[in-house]
């Protein structure tokens, strides 16, 4: 494992070009909408919304030209999620940023929302979103009024709970026939094995039970749908193509933003899955060659330990090749 880069929970907004630097002119606002759930049930189990993302899109749609709000059922401080592993630059600038703060630990109460102010909205994650987002008339009527003004809508890994029993003026349940993706059965039950006592449902098979056709990506890898309007993605890892598909959806080409070593571990990834370990080799040296960041051997090593829960020996002995591969050329850099 690399050494933990200390200087990292310094990290300002300011020193992020690509936040500060070459912003468009205002463009309207986003509404990100945050859980207020802070327990899993009765299971004693602690939740909340996850940070990376909220904080990843957050600072994609204001390098865009778009001011974000922050809501969640009840208002105020909702409880939020810190995972030590997934932690970035743009994460822990999220923490220092005294605006991002005041927004999240002052959220808006969705029933004071107003539909019209809004260009988008964005549902972020986080386990808690599976208990407060279902059933909650407020972002029901959110997602109606967006739906019938032909305004985005974008949801992330548990996000999409909040399309679950949303209906439309003929009856018809939003979801019908919607091309939507979201943290899978497999994704869910993996790391918690007793989720279908702990949840209200899975989310995969509500979407599905619905009338979503579901799209299912490779297990903790970027997979996003595109359903014109709708924009879903399925897990953390779908945080930033989302983002941007979402502001494309807008009518803008993203800015230009330099790839993330975890992103590239992400495409590592998935050329194993799909091509192999040569080809994900090849992916390696490819970004060395082009002086792309180097993919992050923190994620390739989080998905040998997915590998050895599934008892997929030969996946982990290929993944820790690879991780150790990755070291090799960055000491020889």
Request: aromatic share 10%.
């Amino acid at each position: 494992m690399p050494a933990e880069d200390g200087t990292l929970i310094h990290n300002q907004v300011s020193d992020i070009a690509y936040v500060t630097e070459n912003v468009p002119a205002f463009r309207g606002k986003i509404l990100a909408v945050v859980t207020s759930t802070d327990s899993m049930g009765s299971s004693g189990k602690e939740t909340g919304y996850e940070l990376t993302e909220l904080a990843r899109a957050y600072y994609v749609f204001k390098a865009n030209g778009f001011d974000v709000d922050i809501a969640s059922p009840l208002g105020g401080k909702p409880p939020v999620v810190l995972d030590d592993d997934d932690m970035g630059l743009f994460d822990y600038a999220f923490l220092n940023d005294t605006v991002a703060q005041s927004k999240t630990n002052n959220s808006l109460m969705l029933e004071a929302i107003v539909p019209k102010d809004y260009e988008a909205v964005y549902f972020v994650g986080g386990k808690g979103a599976m208990f407060d987002f279902p059933n909650n008339k407020h972002i029901q009527t959110l997602i109606q009024d967006f739906h019938d003004k032909d305004k985005v809508i974008g949801a992330v890994c548990h996000g999409p709970s909040a399309l679950v029993n949303v209906k439309l003026e003929n009856g018809q349940l939003f979801l019908k026939n919607k091309q939507v993706s979201g943290f899978t059965n497999k994704e869910e039950l993996l790391l918690i094995p007793k989720a279908e006592s702990i949840f209200p449902f899975l989310l995969q098979d509500k979407l599905i039970a619905q009338g979503a056709n579901f799209n299912e990506g490779i297990m903790y890898l970027e997979k996003i749908s595109h359903d014109k309007n709708l924009i879903t993605g399925q897990n953390p890892w779908s945080v930033w193509a989302l983002a941007e598909a979402m502001v494309k959806q807008l009518g803008y080409n993203p800015k230009p933003r330099t790839i993330t070593a975890e992103e590239n571990a992400v495409k590592v990834l998935y050329a194993y899955e799909t091509k192999g370990k040569e080809n994900s080799k090849a992916l390696i040296e490819q970004f060395v060659q082009e002086h792309k960041p180097y993919a992050s051997r923190a994620l390739l090593i989080n998905h040998c330990a997915v590998s050895l829960i599934q008892g997929d020996l030969k996946k982990f002995y290929d993944l820790v090749g690879l991780a150790s591969y990755v070291k090799e050329l960055e000491l020889n850099k």
